[in-house]
């Protein structure tokens, strides 16, 4: 499985933005995927996260009302519409499937394939 992100950009404070993971291989639309943000000087976290067939999802307060995590198994994409964007979701966006099974969604760690991150500016 490969995963491949897309879709950040420059946008104003309320703004809003879709970024796309588009996963390769037959069997992505069977594993849990998340989404992660890194800025500048922070560890990485977690932002929101489905599983295989959309029942379980979950996001970061932060997000909470703001952000909606989807996929569209048939297009093999999982997709994250931010909207009212705040400046302090600037960040490099990542996307990644658990291919293992143990899935704590909220946990980096066990995440084992990742995209390439996709930056979001949001501009004050």
């Known amino acids: 499985v490969q995963l491949q992100a897309s879709g950040g950009g420059l946008v104003q404070a309320g703004g809003s933005l879709r970024l796309s993971c588009a996963g390769s291989g037959r069997t992505f639309s069977s594993y849990p995927v998340g989404w992660f943000r890194q800025s500048p000087g922070k560890e990485r976290e977690f932002v929101a996260a489905?599983?295989?067939?959309?029942?379980?999802?979950y996001y970061t307060e932060f997000v909470q009302g703001r952000f909606t995590i989807s996929r569209d198994n048939a297009k093999n994409t999982v997709y994250l519409q931010m909207n009212s964007l705040k400046p302090e979701d600037t960040a490099v966006y990542y996307c990644a499937a658990d291919t293992i099974g143990f899935w704590r969604y909220s946990t980096a760690a066990e995440y084992d394939v990742w995209g390439q991150g996709t930056l979001v500016t949001v501009s004050s």
């Open positions: 489905s599983n295989w067939k959309s029942s379980q999802i």
